[in-house]
């Protein structure tokens, strides 16, 4: 059974540091590609972080400088590291998941979710 489960969240002044983890289970951990997405109620789920395959990151223009995505190979643990904090942070992150394509050298669409954790920024 795949599973993604998020954790870390919480509540922080603005300029203060969270750490969000995603426990994965159920999927061949390096034959995948893993992100961290967030949305506010009203807006549409935005790309934040993801990392490819081979362990590649690309990030959000708004989190550039800001936020490290990491990864632990022996316990399939995705991390955020998110320093800086703003209020406009504010907002459920998910854990997510694609398969990597070996042919074509990329990541597929992101079509496992975990259930979010909350990040709330105040100012």
């Known amino acids: 059974q795949v599973q993604l489960v998020e954790s870390g969240g919480g509540s922080v002044q603005s300029g203060g540091s969270l750490r969000l983890s995603c426990q994965a289970s159920?999927?061949?951990?390096?034959?995948?590609?893993m992100g961290w997405f967030r949305q506010v109620p009203g807006k549409e789920r935005e790309e934040v972080a993801t990392?490819?395959?081979?362990?590649?990151?690309k990030y959000a223009e708004f989190v550039q400088g800001r936020f490290t995505i990491s990864k632990d190979g022996v316990t399939n643990t995705l991390y955020l590291q998110m320093n800086t904090l703003r209020p406009e942070d504010t907002a459920m992150y998910y854990c997510?998941?694609?398969?990597?394509?070996?042919?074509?050298?990329?990541?597929?669409?992101?079509?496992?979710w975990g259930r979010g954790a909350q990040v709330t920024v105040s100012s």
């Open positions: 997510a998941a694609a398969p990597w394509s070996i042919s074509r050298r990329s990541c597929e669409s992101y079509n496992l």
């Open positions: 159920g999927i061949p951990y390096n034959l995948y590609c």
């Open positions: 990392r490819d395959s081979p362990g590649n990151p």
